[in-house]
């Protein structure tokens, strides 16, 4: 039995997954236009930002919508198809749960920022 909920759950996410995608693109917001010193400034602010996330997540979309609207270049890393960047985000951040914003201080000391809504917020206070 629990084979055939496995496959059923697996069967749904196959089929949602490019309506997910095509609704992420379909929605994309436009970016924020800046003088390119103020871009510049901000791509500085944002180089020590990395966001982990999971393809078709609902709630990484609703981040990279926030990214998009504020034109923040922020590194991103697909913790669901590497391996690498799901065992980075295992051993920093201490779980495998998406979306994830990894801030780099200038000291070298990382802080794992996990929730849609405290990223979201927290990209607001850059973008102003």
Known sequence: M?????????????????????YEWLTR???T????????????TTAALTLY???TCPFCIKVRHRI???SLRIRRRNAQHDPVARQDLLDGGGQVKVPCLQIV????????????????????????
């Open 2 to 22: 629990k084979w055939l909920i496995r496959s059923f759950f697996k069967l749904v996410r196959l089929l949602l997954a490019p309506v997910m995608i095509a």
């Open 105 to 128: 201080a200038a000291d070298g000391s990382s802080t794992w920022l996990y929730e849609s809504d405290a990223i979201n917020a927290y990209l607001d206070t850059l973008a102003n």
């Open 33 to 44: 236009e800046r003088s390119p010193e103020a871009q510049a400034a901000l791509d500085d």
């Open 53 to 55: 996330e999971f393809r």
């Open 68 to 70: 998009a609207r504020h």
């Open 29 to 31: 917001p436009k970016g």
